[in-house]
């Protein structure tokens, strides 16, 4: 019969909060910002479009509350970073790939991805670019797809083909927060 028995090498991670280290030093930047406040708005006070989120991180991690915006938030200086992230539908061309069709011919073809990013959080904490990852992810899903069909599935099955790539991009792409919305070949 076991029993669960917290020994020593049992760790619990606590994410409660920065810690003792992480608050003296939010307490010593909310005291230098005091202490320079005119002159600390500039560096403090960030905008962010209609179209874009801010992921804000504090001592390396994210805020919780998830990304900020539109609209007007407050950075401590020294202590966060924060990246913005575009929301609007981003149109990814993939170059042209010669592939070798399941009958034995070679197809140089090309496609159009439309895709946004729905979870700003999770697109800066997953992946580290997503707009390129997503172009290689659709190049190489092109070349796997298309392999698998013959010449003459690929001309009368373009749509066909297009929401099957669709799905397997927006299922690859969920983790990352990015929705593909449209592929046209």
């Not at 915006?69 to 966060?80: A, T, W």
């Not at 099957?164 to 919305?181: F, H, N, S």
Request: aromatic share 8%.
């Amino acid at each position: 019969m076991e029993s669960n028995k917290v020994g020593p090498d049992a760790r619990q991670v606590s994410d409660d909060g920065p810690g003792c280290c992480g608050c003296i030093l939010m307490g010593l930047s909310y005291f230098i910002v005091g202490i320079f406040f005119p002159f600390s708005l500039a560096m403090c006070i960030k905008i962010v479009q209609e179209y874009e989120r801010a992921v804000i991180f504090r001592l390396g991690r994210v805020l919780p509350g998830g990304a900020k915006g539109p609209g007007m938030f407050f950075i401590l200086p020294c202590l966060d970073d924060f990246k913005k992230v575009d929301l609007r539908t981003v149109a990814n061309d993939v170059p042209p790939q010669e592939i070798l069709t399941k009958d034995s011919v070679t197809v140089a073809v090309d496609a159009v991805i439309y895709s946004s990013i729905y979870d700003p959080t999770m697109s800066v904490i997953n992946v580290e670019n997503a707009d390129a990852s997503t172009r290689l992810l659709a190049a190489t899903t092109l070349r796997n797809v298309l392999g698998t069909k013959n010449m003459s599935e690929i001309l009368s099955d373009r749509d066909s083909i297009a929401h099957q790539m669709k799905a397997l991009l927006d299922q690859a792409t969920d983790p990352w927060g990015i929705r593909v919305e449209r592929v046209e070949m």
